[in-house]
Structure formats: structure tokens, C-alpha cells
């Protein structure tokens, strides 16, 4: 029988095993679903987006499904970093798929002082920094869209921590390359793309929005061509690796992202759809490789014709 495939990719200078990781917020700490995953065979985790404090998130309804997609309000409740630190990491440390803590902040002072606080941490394997949360500072624009506010969480992390670190990235935004530049330049090693894009649904019966925080973050099938186009565009603008993130459901969506340019991907929504999608794309993604008689992932990563 010929050699498996290599499916070995680096993000940020990681060793993944392959280019499946779990998308922030969409898999809760990891060992929610240990039950029914081989959390082993995944190339990296990322956990649900950590802060100084624990937050409670937004009040409910903050969930509502759309077409091939759902529209989500959580407010980025978690239990903060240090509950993260003392219960939920000593058992992700168990595995051996690296860990990938995300975080955010309200200002770039807490996005400094959470960095400072990872730093001291052991068994973190890299910072995905989601800048998609709103800066207080100035009235609640997030800072993902404005590049010179990117630039300065960035930085600030950069600054605090020598861990890989990984920008994730908005898409509300008119062109994705000025922010991709702008992280890169903050010192970001890697981009992840896309975060959700804002979006809101009306109850027409009652003339309310089907989610308490009026509007939402849309996921899910409906975003998925918008992020490939989102991952191509990026890919051309900034030398660093790229992970794809948006609506991948089979390894067929994984792989639009890799041959658009991403070294690796991230599994959101499809996980409450089908909480073994990350197992069934790495199978899926080594069985084109098969078919396509590529030897390594690598062949086909940034193979887009045109
Ligand atoms: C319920 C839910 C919670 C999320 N929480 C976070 C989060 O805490 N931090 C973050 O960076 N992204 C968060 N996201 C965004 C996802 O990680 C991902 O970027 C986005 O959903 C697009 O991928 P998908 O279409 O595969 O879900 C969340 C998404 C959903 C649906």
C-alpha cells in the first residue's frame, strides 16, 4: 500500500498533524465533546475567547438560525482567564493537539494585561487574538476595523508575549489586505479569517429581532464565499501562514480554503450541526490527497489556477 499522505502543516512556528482546528467559541473548552471526539486527532484546538474577568455574555434570546447559516449574540461569556487556567487547562494539557487560547479585550490595555497574564501560563501553544470586540474607548467600533486600532492590540500583545500569536480577523471591513498588512506589521505570525459577519433577522409577527442584542454575528454555509474570497485576498497581501475560517461543514469546503491560500483551517458551526465534522474533514482532506496523488498537503496549499 503507498506511504499516507503528509497532512503536517506549521502555523505561526506550531507543528499541527493536520490542518483541522476548532474554531473559538463553537467547541467550548475542548472537553465538552471528548465524549465524541478523539480530541487527539485534531490538529490544534482553540478554546472559547477568554477575558481578564469571567463575562456572562448577553441576555437571551442570542441565538437564531438563518438560511445555511445562524446568527449569534453569545457577548463572549467565558469563565475568564485565571477559572480558565486553574480548571479547564490541566486536562487540555493531558492531549497532545496544541492549544490555542483566543482572547479579547475592551481596551488595549486588558488585551496587554491578559497577554502579560498568558505569558506566565505553561501549556499554552499559541495567542489567537480576536480583534472583531467592540473598543470602548472609542464608542464601541471594533477594533478589527480600523487598521491602525489592529495595529495597536497587536502590538500590545506582541509587546507582552513571545508565544506564537495569531490575528484573527474581521470582515466587516471594505478591504481585508490593509488589516492583514497592518496585524502582520504589529508582529502577528499568523492571520486567521474570518469572524463572524454582522448581520440581524426580524420576527415579523412582533416586529422584534430574533436576537435580545438586536444584531448578530452570521456563521454557517451562508459566509462561506465571502471568507474563500476574504482567505485568496489575504493570502496575496501578507507572507505569513493563513488559517480559513467560515461555513466549512465537509473536507471539499476545507479544501476551497487551503487552495485559495490557507495553511490550515478552523471548524465552527458545523460542530453543533455534526459534532464529528473535524474528524470527518481530516479524513475527507487525506482521501482527496489520496485521490489527487499529492504526497503532502503542502502540494496543494495556495494551488489555486488562474
Ligand atoms: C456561538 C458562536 C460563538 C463564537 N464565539 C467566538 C469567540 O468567543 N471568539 C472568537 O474569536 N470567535 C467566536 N466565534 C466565531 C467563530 O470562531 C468563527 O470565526 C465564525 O463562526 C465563522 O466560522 P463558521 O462559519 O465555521 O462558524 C463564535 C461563533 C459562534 C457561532
Not at 23 to 41: C, I, K, M, P, W
Not at 279 to 300: C, K, M, Q
Amino acid at each position: 500500500m503507498a506511504q499516507a499522505p503528509d497532512l503536517s502543516v506549521r502555523i505561526a512556528g506550531v507543528p499541527l498533524k493536520n490542518p483541522v482546528m476548532t474554531a473559538s467559541g463553537t467547541f467550548g473548552y475542548g472537553r465538552e465533546f471528548s465524549l465524541l471526539v478523539d480530541l487527539n486527532r485534531l490538529g490544534g484546538i482553540v478554546v472559547k475567547g477568554l477575558s481578564l474577568e469571567p463575562s456572562r455574555g448577553n441576555p437571551p434570546p442570542r441565538i437564531a438560525e438563518t438560511p445555511c447559516g445562524m446568527l449569534n449574540a453569545i457577548g463572549l461569556e467565558n469563565v475568564g482567564i485565571e477559572a480558565f487556567a486553574a480548571e479547564k487547562l490541566p486536562y487540555l494539557q493531558t492531549l497532545s493537539t496544541p492549544v490555542w487560547v483566543n482572547i479579547y479585550g475592551k481596551s488595549v490595555e486588558a488585551y496587554a494585561r491578559l497577554a502579560e497574564r498568558i505569558q506566565e501560563i505553561e501549556g499554552i501553544a499559541g495567542v489567537e487574538v480576536n480583534i472583531s470586540c467592540p473598543n470602548v474607548k472609542s464608542g464601541g467600533v471594533a477594533f478589527g476595523v480600523d487598521p491602525q486600532a489592529a495595529h495597536a492590540v497587536i502590538r500590545a500583545v506582541r509587546e507582552r508575549t513571545d508565544l506564537p500569536l495569531m490575528a484573527k480577523l474581521s470582515p466587516n471591513v471594505t478591504d481585508i489586505t490593509v488589516i492583514a498588512r497592518s496585524v502582520v506589521e504589529a508582529g502577528a505570525d499568523a492571520v486567521s479569517l474570518i469572524n463572524t459577519l454582522t448581520g440581524m433577522a426580524v420576527d415579523v409577527e412582533n416586529r422584534r429581532s430574533r436576537i435580545a442584542n438586536i444584531t448578530g454575528g452570521l456563521s454557517g454555509p451562508a459566509i462561506r464565499p465571502v471568507a474563500v474570497r476574504m482567505v485568496w485576498q489575504a493570502a496575496q497581501a501578507v507572507d505569513v501562514p493563513i488559517v480559513g475560517i467560515g461555513g466549512i461543514l465537509t473536507a471539499s469546503d476545507a479544501l476551497e480554503f487551503l487552495i485559495a491560500g490557507a495553511s490550515a483551517v478552523q471548524v465552527g458551526t458545523a460542530n453543533f450541526v455534526n459534532p464529528r465534522a473535524t474528524l470527518d474533514i481530516i479524513d475527507g482532506i487525506e482521501a482527496y490527497l489520496v485521490r489527487h496523488r499529492f504526497t503532502s498537503l503542502t502540494d496543494v496549499i495556495g494551488s489555486l489556477q488562474w
